[in-house]
C-alpha cells in the first residue's frame, strides 16, 4: 500500500498545483483570516481538489482551511496532514516560493511527504524507499543530507529571532539562506544547507511534509527539548520552536544552544 499511497499523494499535489498556477497567472484578491494571516481562492481550490482525492482511502485528513473553517477531524492514529498553499504571502507577492505541503503521519511521525513548488514545477517526496527530487522527466533524484563543509543556515537575520545571530556565531555559519514555505526543508534535503532553526510559530501542516522528505534524506528534526517535532497534538495544532539540521547529532547539539540562547535572551 505505501507506494500507491504516496502515488495518490502526489497525484494530488500536481492537481492542487494546477488550480494554484490557474489563479496565480490571473487576477486575484486576498482576504485576512481570523488568525490575520491571508488567505485566497488558490488555497481554497487546492485544498478541495486535494480532499476529493484523498477521500477515496478513508484516512482522515488535518488540512489548514479547512481547521481554519471550524472542521476539526478525529484523527487518530494514521492522518493526513495537509497544507494546500504553504507560502500564501509570497504567493500574493508572486515570488514563486510557495508549495503544496501533504504528509501521512503514523503514531504521531510524518511517515510520507510531498513537497511541490507550483511556480517551479521542484517537486520533492520522501518516505520509505528515501527521499528524492523529480525532475520534469520524471527521474527520481535521489536525495541525501550533507553535514560537511562550512556551515548555512536557511533562515534571514534581517528578519529573524534576535537569538539567530548567537545561533549563527556559535555554529560559524557561513552564509545564511533565504527561501519561503516548506522549500527550507528541501534544501536542507539537498545538502545545499546544514542548519533551520525555527524561532516563530509555525502549525503542524506547515512542517509535516517538509519533516517526511527531510527526514527520508538523513535529516532531523526536533523541539527544543531534543526530542523529534511530532504531529496530532490537538488544540490549535501549533509546533513548539524546532531545528532542522542535516542529521540527528547536529540536530541535537542545535537544540540545546537554542534552548540556552531562548533562556538569555
Given at each position: 500500500?505505501?507506494?500507491?499511497?504516496?502515488?495518490?499523494?502526489l497525484?494530488?499535489?500536481?492537481?492542487?498545483?494546477?488550480?494554484?498556477?490557474?489563479?496565480?497567472?490571473?487576477?486575484?484578491?486576498?482576504?485576512?483570516k481570523?488568525?490575520?494571516?491571508?488567505?485566497?481562492?488558490?488555497?481554497?481550490?487546492?485544498?478541495?481538489?486535494?480532499?476529493?482525492?484523498?477521500?477515496a482511502?478513508?484516512i482522515?485528513?488535518?488540512?489548514?482551511?479547512?481547521?481554519?473553517?471550524?472542521?476539526?477531524?478525529?484523527?487518530?492514529?494514521?492522518?493526513?496532514?495537509?497544507?494546500?498553499?504553504?507560502?500564501?504571502?509570497?504567493?500574493?507577492?508572486?515570488?514563486?516560493?510557495?508549495?503544496?505541503?501533504i504528509?501521512?503521519?503514523?503514531?504521531?511521525?510524518?511517515?510520507?511527504?510531498?513537497?511541490?513548488?507550483?511556480?517551479?514545477?521542484?517537486?520533492?517526496?520522501?518516505?520509505?524507499?528515501?527521499a528524492?527530487?523529480?525532475?520534469?522527466?520524471?527521474?527520481?533524484?535521489?536525495?541525501?543530507?550533507?553535514?560537511?563543509?562550512?556551515?548555512?543556515?536557511?533562515a534571514?537575520?534581517s528578519?529573524g529571532?534576535?537569538?539567530?545571530?548567537?545561533?549563527?556565531?556559535a555554529?560559524?555559519v557561513?552564509?545564511?539562506?533565504?527561501?519561503?514555505s516548506?522549500?527550507?526543508?528541501?534544501?536542507?534535503?539537498?545538502?545545499?544547507?546544514?542548519?533551520?532553526?525555527r524561532?516563530?510559530?509555525t502549525?503542524?501542516?506547515?512542517?509535516?511534509?517538509?519533516?517526511?522528505?527531510?527526514?527520508?534524506?538523513?535529516?532531523?528534526?526536533?523541539?527544543?527539548?531534543?526530542?523529534?517535532?511530532?504531529?496530532?497534538?490537538?488544540?490549535?495544532?501549533?509546533?513548539?520552536?524546532?531545528?532542522?539540521?542535516?542529521?540527528?547529532?547536529l540536530?541535537a547539539?542545535?537544540?540545546?544552544?537554542m534552548?540556552?540562547?531562548?533562556a538569555r535572551?
Amino acid at each position: 500500500m505505501t507506494q500507491p499511497l504516496l502515488d495518490l499523494m502526489l497525484d494530488a499535489a500536481r492537481a492542487a498545483s494546477a488550480e494554484i498556477m490557474e489563479v496565480y497567472l490571473d487576477e486575484f484578491d486576498a482576504e485576512e483570516k481570523a488568525d490575520g494571516s491571508p488567505v485566497t481562492l488558490a488555497d481554497q481550490r487546492a485544498e478541495a481538489t486535494i480532499l476529493e482525492m484523498l477521500a477515496a482511502t478513508g484516512i482522515p485528513v488535518l488540512a489548514e482551511e479547512s481547521v481554519a473553517a471550524g472542521h476539526l477531524p478525529v484523527l487518530g492514529e494514521r492522518f493526513f496532514c495537509v497544507d494546500p498553499l504553504d507560502g500564501t504571502k509570497e504567493f500574493v507577492k508572486r515570488n514563486g516560493e510557495f508549495t503544496v505541503n501533504i504528509a501521512l503521519v503514523e503514531h504521531g511521525r510524518p511517515t510520507m511527504g510531498v513537497v511541490l513548488a507550483p511556480a517551479t514545477g521542484a517537486t520533492f517526496v520522501g518516505g520509505p524507499d528515501g527521499a528524492f527530487e523529480i525532475t520534469h522527466h520524471n527521474e527520481r533524484l535521489p536525495l541525501r543530507t550533507s553535514a560537511d563543509g562550512p556551515m548555512k543556515v536557511v533562515a534571514s537575520r534581517s528578519h529573524g529571532h534576535a537569538a539567530l545571530d548567537g545561533f549563527c556565531d556559535a555554529f560559524k555559519v557561513v552564509e545564511d539562506v533565504s527561501v519561503g514555505s516548506s522549500l527550507k526543508f528541501c534544501l536542507l534535503a539537498r545538502g545545499e544547507a546544514q542548519l533551520y532553526p525555527r524561532f516563530t510559530p509555525t502549525s503542524e501542516w506547515d512542517t509535516a511534509a517538509g519533516q517526511a522528505v527531510l527526514e527520508a534524506a538523513g535529516g532531523a528534526v526536533l523541539t527544543l527539548d531534543g526530542v523529534p517535532l511530532s504531529y496530532g497534538k490537538g488544540g490549535n495544532h501549533l509546533n513548539p520552536f524546532f531545528i532542522a539540521a542535516a542529521n540527528a547529532d547536529l540536530a541535537a547539539r542545535a537544540s540545546v544552544e537554542m534552548r540556552g540562547l531562548l533562556a538569555r535572551s
